[in-house]
């Protein structure tokens, strides 16, 4: 009995060494795994990844599918079907295994490209404590809140631009089911009605003409009294659209100081004083964050030499983990407003950039519509002027700019009869 008890105190002991040892390496901003799909160990130094330029062609062709507006299981059965090596199958066929050994060889899974799609170490950067372990005695790894996550930036080479990923994680929270179609909707995820704030749905049948493909109110399509039907044609929408990006195209082009001084507005400038405040706290946060760092591993040496009891230091360090995790839920908000409010400018110049790869747009797809547009919003029809017309919201990338434009079905209708 003696000598099981101080097995388990051997044990205990071992696993606190261990993990102060692990949250150490973590907090320093080394990689806590070992690299993902895409990625490689360099031969020189353990602890940098590089890139695996065969996987990182699979992990950005994943990238851009999802930007184009194919779903995890779309993806998944593109990769399948032309015979792309699973993660698992390509690290056997290097020599390596990445501790995945039930995992599907020659099938690509929806969870794998859902997972893909979700890391942001494909931008350059390292995420550590993503997990936890629950005890020395059971092993079973728990998913920690986002708050929890230490995120260094920039410790090795993108596979992806933070851009492009950001773009992915908009999209993904904008998730929809496959059509029966095979052609991807351009406005999936995008359009809103806008008394209601709810996404407008497609409506689509192979028994209906591109004239009759619509979109109506999501609200309105479970419940007729809940709001009104704010029915639009697509191919009216598109028209519209359509013109509208090529004006904004060709403002920005041919006014682009104009542009950046209208879309700064609201810039970092004009909160100076609440970013001052703000920065000022944060380096109080983060210096308290610190020094908790140290208290907590003085009080562990204390307990390890018996100065203090196991009692006392589980209390003090249950009070030292709980105000910590305060802190870092306060350093998180701060940073995120600072970052939000001096990426203004950056937002501005991203998408400048993005608008000077086209110069004409003739037709709409699902990767110009995201790359370009934040969401479109739909007003209900007015009937009052003897015919029927539309306003339609267009809220571009970064909050730069809105427009606004009219649709008017007779107008459509005219045109459509006389070609």
């Given at each position: 009995?003696?000598?099981?008890?101080?097995?388990?105190?051997?044990?205990?002991?071992?696993?606190?060494?261990?993990?102060?040892?692990?949250?150490?390496?973590?907090?320093?901003?080394?990689?806590?795994?070992?690299?993902?799909?895409?990625?490689?160990?360099?031969?020189?130094?353990?602890?940098?990844?590089?890139?695996?330029?065969?996987?990182?062609?699979?992990?950005?062709?994943?990238?851009?599918?999802?930007?184009?507006?194919?779903?995890?299981?779309?993806?998944?059965?593109?990769?399948?079907?032309?015979?792309?090596?699973?993660?698992?199958?390509?690290?056997?066929?290097?020599?390596?295994?990445?501790?995945?050994?039930?995992?599907?060889?020659?099938?690509?899974?929806?969870?794998?490209?859902?997972?893909?799609?979700?890391?942001?170490?494909?931008?350059?950067?390292?995420?550590?404590?993503?997990?936890?372990?629950?005890?020395?005695?059971?092993?079973?790894?728990?998913?920690?809140?986002?708050?929890?996550?230490?995120?260094?930036?920039?410790?090795?080479?993108?596979?992806?631009?933070?851009?492009?990923?950001?773009?992915?994680?908009?999209?993904?929270?904008?998730?929809?089911?496959?059509?029966?179609?095979?052609?991807?909707?351009?406005?999936?995820?995008?359009?809103?009605?806008?008394?209601?704030?709810?996404?407008?749905?497609?409506?689509?049948?192979?028994?209906?003409?591109?004239?009759?493909?619509?979109?109506?109110?999501?609200?309105?399509?479970?419940?007729?009294?809940?709001?009104?039907?704010?029915?639009?044609r697509t191919i009216v929408l598109k028209e519209i659209i359509l013109g509208e990006l090529?004006?904004?195209?060709?403002?920005?082009?041919?006014?682009?100081?104009?542009?950046?001084?209208?879309?700064?507005?609201?810039?970092?400038?004009?909160?100076?004083?609440?970013?001052?405040?703000?920065?000022?706290?944060?380096?109080?946060?983060?210096?308290?964050?610190?020094?908790?760092?140290?208290?907590?591993?003085?009080?562990?040496?204390?307990?390890?030499?018996?100065?203090?009891?196991?009692?006392?230091?589980?209390?003090?360090?249950?009070?030292?983990?709980?105000?910590?995790?305060?802190?870092?839920?306060?350093?998180?908000?701060?940073?995120?407003?600072?970052?939000?409010?001096?990426?203004?400018?950056?937002?501005?110049?991203?998408?400048?950039?993005?608008?000077?790869?086209?110069?004409?747009?003739?037709?709409?797809?699902?990767?110009?519509?995201?790359?370009?547009?934040?969401?479109?919003?739909?007003?209900?029809?007015?009937?009052?002027?003897?015919?029927?017309?539309?306003?339609?919201?267009?809220?571009?990338?970064?909050?730069?700019?809105?427009?606004?434009?009219?649709?008017?079905?007779?107008?459509?209708?005219?045109?459509?009869?006389?070609?």
């Amino acid at each position: 009995m003696t000598l099981t008890i101080f097995n388990d105190w051997y044990a205990r002991d071992t696993s606190k060494k261990i993990r102060a040892v692990f949250k150490a390496k973590g907090q320093s901003g080394k990689h806590l795994s070992n690299p993902i799909y895409g990625y490689k160990h360099s031969e020189t130094d353990k602890n940098l990844w590089l890139i695996d330029d065969e996987a990182a062609e699979v992990v950005r062709k994943i990238f851009h599918l999802c930007v184009d507006g194919y779903g995890p299981a779309q993806i998944a059965r593109i990769l399948t079907e032309e015979g792309i090596p699973t993660p698992t199958a390509y690290a056997l066929s290097q020599g390596r295994d990445n501790g995945h050994k039930n995992a599907k060889l020659r099938r690509w899974g929806n969870e794998t490209i859902a997972h893909i799609l979700e890391k942001a170490e494909y931008c350059g950067h390292t995420v550590n404590f993503r997990t936890h372990v629950k005890s020395y005695k059971n092993k079973k790894r728990v998913d920690n809140p986002k708050e929890d996550w230490l995120i260094f930036e920039n410790t090795h080479e993108a596979i992806i631009t933070q851009q492009e990923f950001d773009l992915v994680q908009e999209l993904r929270k904008n998730k929809r089911r496959p059509t029966k179609h095979e052609e991807v909707n351009p406005f999936s995820g995008i359009c809103y009605c806008a008394d209601c704030g709810k996404k407008l749905y497609l409506c689509r049948a192979t028994t209906m003409t591109a004239d009759q493909e619509h979109l109506k109110c999501g609200t309105y399509a479970k419940d007729k009294n809940g709001c009104t039907i704010h029915f639009i044609r697509t191919i009216v929408l598109k028209e519209i659209i359509l013109g509208e990006l090529n004006k904004m195209i060709s403002f920005v082009r041919e006014n682009e100081d104009e542009f950046v001084q209208a879309a700064m507005d609201n810039s970092v400038q004009k909160q100076s004083l609440e970013l001052a405040k703000s920065r000022k706290k944060l380096k109080e946060s983060e210096k308290r964050i610190a020094e908790l760092d140290r208290l907590f591993t003085r009080l562990y040496e204390d307990n390890v030499s018996g100065k203090i009891s196991d009692e006392r230091f589980s209390m003090m360090s249950a009070g030292y983990e709980d105000e910590q995790k305060k802190l870092r839920a306060t350093v998180a908000d701060l940073t995120a407003f600072i970052e939000s409010a001096e990426q203004k400018s950056a937002d501005v110049t991203a998408f400048i950039r993005a608008v000077q790869k086209y110069e004409h747009i003739t037709e709409l797809t699902p990767e110009i519509m995201h790359e370009l547009i934040e969401k479109i919003v739909v007003h209900a029809p007015d009937k009052s002027s003897g015919h029927r017309t539309q306003e339609i919201e267009i809220h571009y990338r970064f909050n730069v700019a809105v427009t606004t434009a009219v649709a008017d079905s007779m107008k459509y209708d005219k045109k459509r009869k006389a070609a």
